[in-house]
């Protein structure tokens, strides 16, 4: 296992693994956060910070509000309560895109590949202050031309890595499921994101490719690019986040290093008071 | 039956005014509904500002002709951003139904007696306010061929009317294969995939909604000058449904569908028209089965028949992609 390269090297090691431990170079600052859906409240998170340059995993049983938070962090669903800071910049009520130009970019549990747009176009979609999207310059292509061509070998590359620069004339919706989830990442990337935030990237990926993607992943992090992302595979969990955030029911019951998590007692039950799945409390009880 | 008639009648509007209004109308909605997926059920209205707007002000105010082009163009914008600013945050649905709603109210206002002095209430408006761009023809007679037939004014509308949808097709083709045609397309499949992406896709429907709703003022325009009149009732909801039937029978998000498609539904009507008409006169159809009367409604059932066929056998149009077509069910 690689060992983080984050800005602080040491802090899976000098922060406290308690609910809401502060962190010495925190970008991500949420407070109070609650989101109600009718009676059922889906979010109830007092405290988070997310180290800066580091590999943070949020994970938890299905319905433990995670999708509902990665929402509200980023724009798409207002909280009853609370704030959140990006970069010290307070986020409430910002929109999404801006939360986006801003540095945070997310993908989405199901994904959302654009399905008649081909591989490239969903890329080159990505790209920041095109000069092509402006309504009235898109009229002389002469001005964004040159853009264009590097913007799109820049789609390429990232392609090339995501084993997807074969499909990059096909239209997405000819992508298989896990080609889609892959596609989404790499045009995530495209945006060059301070911090990236990634919805269950692994499901439907298969194994081979798995290791691949935790290998960029990790590069991400050797970028001082943070990663924040939601997983149900253990195994993943354990060989590349540097902390593990755990949910249950819309709180955060535990964090600390994959290896203490996973031998919290709490997390464990939370797990087997959602499901009982063997797998699962093997795989947790096994770290 | 007088074939060469019936070939003159049918190219004739193949290639006529009422196909340059139906092109510049489906131009406008491909933007929308094509582009950019917003279903707005008001083009109508928007032909209604376009057409007002070249009458009113020259019959009424003594306004240039040149200037009033200026003023549709400005209301439509007005209208377009009246439509958009309280819908276009909101599901799509919305818009449909304001639009729809808002199309109405202006054929209403329009036609009211409240407005009469200005807007001819439900006569409309008749005079000779396109006088200034007729006095530009350097056509002194028509045009009078065996397969083609125009008179002098409609060969005028014909020639320009054209020019005009050529331009406008023109851009339309470079701007939707621009970077800025790609992120309509994109908000069209998903708008929060392209939210994520930090683009601010209000903003872009906002445009979108202009740029098509302009564009159908255009034919509003065309339409108001080819007749030197504006009547309130053209200006119903049939003409949103026609132009759509247009973009579909072309296939939308193609640039040149619209055009095609709006020539094959005037081909259609009027052939269909000149057929049944000549089969009822010269007793090739019975009259317990087509009265001379009845010509006009039956054409509508006849190309609502060959509709429902397109459809049934051709469902992406003519030159929609059936590939394409496909990925619509989101797989
Ligand atoms: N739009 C909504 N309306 C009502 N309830 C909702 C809504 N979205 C989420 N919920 C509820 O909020 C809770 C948290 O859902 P959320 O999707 O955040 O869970 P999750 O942790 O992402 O689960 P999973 O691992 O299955 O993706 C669930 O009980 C869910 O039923
Ligand atoms: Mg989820």
New interface residues.
């Given amino acids: 296992m690689q060992k983080p390269k984050s800005a602080d090297a040491n802090f899976a090691l000098t922060t406290s693994p308690t609910p809401g431990s502060a962190k010495s170079d925190p970008i991500l600052i949420a407070d109070k956060i609650t989101r109600q859906f009718g009676g059922l409240t889906a979010v109830n998170v007092d405290h988070l910070e997310i180290q800066r340059g580091s590999i943070t995993a949020l994970i938890g049983p299905n319905g433990a509000g995670k999708t509902t938070f990665f929402n509200l962090l980023?724009g798409?669903d207002s909280p009853n309560s609370g704030t959140w800071s990006f970069n010290g910049k307070n986020l409430n009520g910002i929109?999404?895109?801006?939360v986006?130009?801003l540095g945070m970019?997310?993908?989405?549990q199901l994904t959302?590949?654009?399905?008649?747009?081909t591989v490239i176009?969903?890329m080159?979609?990505?790209a920041?202050n095109?000069?092509?999207?402006?309504?009235l310059r898109?009229?002389f292509?002469w001005i964004?031309r040159a853009q264009?061509a590097e913007i799109r070998a820049r789609a390429t590359e990232i392609l090339r890595n995501f084993k997807l620069l074969e499909k990059q004339d096909d239209?997405a919706?000819?992508l298989s499921g896990g080609q889609r989830k892959l596609l989404?990442m790499a045009?995530?990337l495209?945006?060059e994101p301070e911090m990236i935030m990634l919805d269950e990237p692994m499901a439907g990926v298969n194994p081979a490719l798995k290791q691949s993607l935790l290998e960029h992943i990790k590069e991400l992090r050797t970028e001082g690019k943070t990663v924040l992302f939601v997983e149900h595979d253990m195994d993943m969990v354990h060989e590349i986040s540097d902390w593990v955030i755990v949910m249950a029911q819309g709180e955060v019951i535990a964090e600390g290093t994959p290896a203490s998590v996973m031998g919290n007692e709490q997390v464990i039950a939370a797990y087997l008071g959602a499901h009982h799945n063997e797998d699962l409390s093997a795989n947790l009880e096994g770290a | 039956m007088d074939f060469l008639f019936i070939t003159q009648q049918t190219l004739s509007a193949t290639i006529g005014v009422n196909t340059i209004i139906f092109a510049l109308a489906a131009i406008g909605l491909n933007m929308h509904f094509g582009y950019t997926g917003l279903l707005n059920f008001g083009q109508a209205g928007f032909l209604a500002i376009g057409a007002y707007s070249v009458a009113v002000p020259v019959i009424s105010f003594g306004i240039p002709l040149w200037i009033a082009f200026l003023i549709g163009i400005f209301n439509s914008i007005i209208f377009a951003l009246l439509l958009g600013i309280p819908t276009l945050r909101l599901r799509a649905d919305y818009l449909a139904i304001v639009t729809i709603a808002a199309a109405e109210i202006v054929r209403q206002i329009a036609r009211s007696a409240t407005f009469n002095e200005f807007l001819g209430g439900s006569d409309g408006i008749t005079g000779k306010f396109g006088k200034d761009f007729f006095a530009l023809n350097p056509f002194k007679s028509g045009l009078d061929t065996p397969i083609l037939r125009f008179n002098a004014n409609d060969l005028w509308v014909v020639i320009t009317g054209w020019t005009l949808v050529a331009v406008i097709t023109f851009v339309m083709w470079i701007m939707v294969n621009s970077p800025w045609g790609r992120l309509m397309r994109a908000i069209r499949e998903d708008e929060d995939a392209v939210r994520s992406l930090g683009k601010n896709v209000y903003l872009y429907k906002m445009q979108s909604l202009i740029i098509g709703g302009v564009i159908g003022s255009t034919g509003g325009f065309v339409y108001a000058l080819s007749r030197q009149s504006v009547q309130p009732d053209n200006y119903g909801t049939a003409l949103t449904f026609f132009a759509y039937t247009v973009l579909i029978l072309g296939g939308a998000a193609r640039v040149f569908s619209p055009i095609v498609g709006a020539m094959i539904f005037w081909f259609l009507i009027v052939f269909i028209e000149q057929i049944l008409r000549q089969g009822v006169t010269n007793d090739l159809i019975p009259d317990w089965l087509i009265g001379v009367n009845q010509v006009g409604q039956i054409r509508f059932m006849l190309m609502g028949l060959g509709l429902m066929a397109l459809m049934i056998f051709r469902p992406q149009g003519i030159f929609g992609d059936k590939k394409e077509l496909a990925l619509d069910a989101k797989a």
């Fill in positions: 980023t798409y929109p999404p895109h801006k986006a130009r970019v997310r993908t989405f959302k590949a654009l399905y008649r747009l176009e969903n080159a979609l990505g920041r095109q000069k092509g999207e402006s309504v898109s009229v292509p964004w264009e239209f919706a000819a989404e045009r995530a495209m945006v």
